[in-house]
């Protein structure tokens, strides 16, 4: 009965701030790769960010480089994704997504929703003036 639990969107004007949160009480993180996505309306839903189990590895969309930034805390279960210099074109649902379990080998995470085993039903995040 586990799954992912977004929050921490909302309304922000552009050149704001939104820190957004994902999070599985029932699931350890430590075993799975986290994939931030969303989808704006009208638009496939794209890969933004994305994290290894440790936290070593991460990859970003074009779009979103230098501007937003994915971290994890395992003790916690959580997953961030600091989205800061916030435009108009980042409106959309945002989801996260796991990747796993994942034992003893490395696994790189990329931005794709190929084999995803849990999804989060979404944060809306609006930014406009």
């Known amino acids: 009965q586990s799954q992912l639990v977004e929050s921490g969107g909302g309304l922000v004007q552009p050149g704001g701030s939104l820190r957004l949160s994902c999070v599985a009480p029932?699931?350890?993180?430590?075993?799975?790769?986290i994939v931030w996505f969303r989808q704006a309306p009208g638009k496939e839903r794209e890969g933004v960010s994305c994290?290894?189990?440790?936290?070593?590895?991460?990859d970003y969309a074009d779009s979103v480089k230098g501007r937003f930034t994915i971290s994890r805390d395992n003790a916690k279960s959580t997953v961030y994704l600091q989205m800061s210099s916030l435009k108009p074109e980042d409106t959309a649902h945002y989801y996260c997504?796991?990747?796993?379990?994942?034992?003893?080998?490395?696994?790189?995470?990329?931005?794709?929703?190929?084999?995803?085993?849990?999804w989060g039903k979404g944060t809306l995040v609006t930014v406009s003036s």
């Open positions: 029932g699931l350890n993180f430590d075993y799975y790769n």
């Open positions: 994290i290894s189990t440790g936290g070593r590895q991460t």
């Open positions: 997504a796991a990747d796993g379990p994942i034992l003893t080998s490395f696994r790189r995470c990329t931005l794709d929703d190929y084999g995803m085993d849990y």
